[in-house]
């Protein structure tokens, strides 16, 4: 198994990519803490991995706010001693408008749901992780290709990219591995959501076009990626930004 026994916090695992990488985590042998603000979503995550005989707990988490992470780390350490690896899921799409209607408000909430998360739970794990001088974060970002009228979502991941980066740089000395990804296109809620918008609002029918030819893939397929990172495999890679869409990528991927 390729994480027997390390202890994995996974946010937003709750529904789409997040349960998805919770998931596949247990099946390799992780011991997952599966945090999200809904109890019901991450309960059902943890008795799916029950059900498979794999250790798991569901720590109910708002992970912008830094108490509640802290309380999630704590409740971490106490289940299973340590931390082992993070990946930065949790987030929201914010609004889908010019950017000159967007207000303050809702700018500063899709920061704060989509960045400032990532920058609490990374602050919170790090300590751990130099003390034992190993570990993994991994945030879950978007493409690097505009898409109009979701510019706080689409600035917010791009934080996410330069976060990781600037981590792995401070703490490459400590041997902690710190990277981004592009899942890619998937069909979740959140892009059913986008769909639903219109391509008068997202200002592309590409969605549209994926969709109904059956391209949206799953969330099982990019976890993959998130797990060879994770993993032993991913040991040598730092600070970078990998594209689950990357021909480059899935050949890597083809070969575990």
Same mark, same amino acid.
């Given at each position: ?32 803490? &599966? ?7 991450? +309960? ?9 005989? $794999? ?17 999630? @780390? ?12 993070? #990946? ?19 700018? +500063? ?15 919170? &794990? ?13 945030? @879950? ?15 917010? $991941? ?13 703490? $490459? ?11 890619? #296109? ?15 609002? @997202? ?45 480059? &990528? ?7």
């Amino acid at each position: 198994m390729k994480l027997q026994d390390k202890v994995a916090i996974v946010t937003g695992g709750g529904r789409g990519l997040g349960r998805a990488i919770a998931l596949l985590f247990g099946k390799e042998g992780a011991n997952v803490v &599966v945090a999200a603000p809904k109890q019901n979503q991450i +309960e059902h995550v943890v008795q799916e991995l029950k059900v498979l005989r $794999k250790n798991a707990i569901a720590v109910q988490t708002d992970v912008s706010d830094e108490a509640q992470v802290d309380h999630m @780390i704590q409740k971490t350490l106490e289940a299973y001693g340590t931390v082992d690896i993070l #990946v930065n899921n949790a987030g929201s799409r914010g609004p889908i408008a010019p950017t000159n209607e967007i207000s303050l408000t809702e700018w +500063e909430e899709t920061l704060r749901v989509n960045l400032t998360t990532a920058f609490l739970c990374s602050k919170a &794990v790090i300590p751990t992780m130099i003390g034992k001088k190993s570990g993994k974060i991994i945030n @879950i970002a978007t493409t690097l290709t505009p898409r109009p009228n979701l510019t706080p979502y689409m600035v917010a $991941k791009a934080g996410m990219i330069s976060l990781a980066k600037q981590l792995s740089r401070e703490l $490459k000395e400590f041997n902690i591995q710190v990277n981004a990804i592009h899942p890619g #296109v998937m069909d979740t809620r959140m892009q059913e959501e986008i769909r639903k918008a219109g391509t008068k609002a @997202i200002g592309t029918d590409m969605f549209e076009r994926l969709k109904e030819e059956g391209l949206l893939h799953s969330p099982d397929e990019p976890a993959k990626l998130v797990l060879f990172l994770a993993s032993k495999a991913g040991d040598g890679i730092t600070g970078e930004f990998l594209s689950f869409d990357d021909k480059e &990528v899935k050949f890597l991927l083809s070969q575990e």
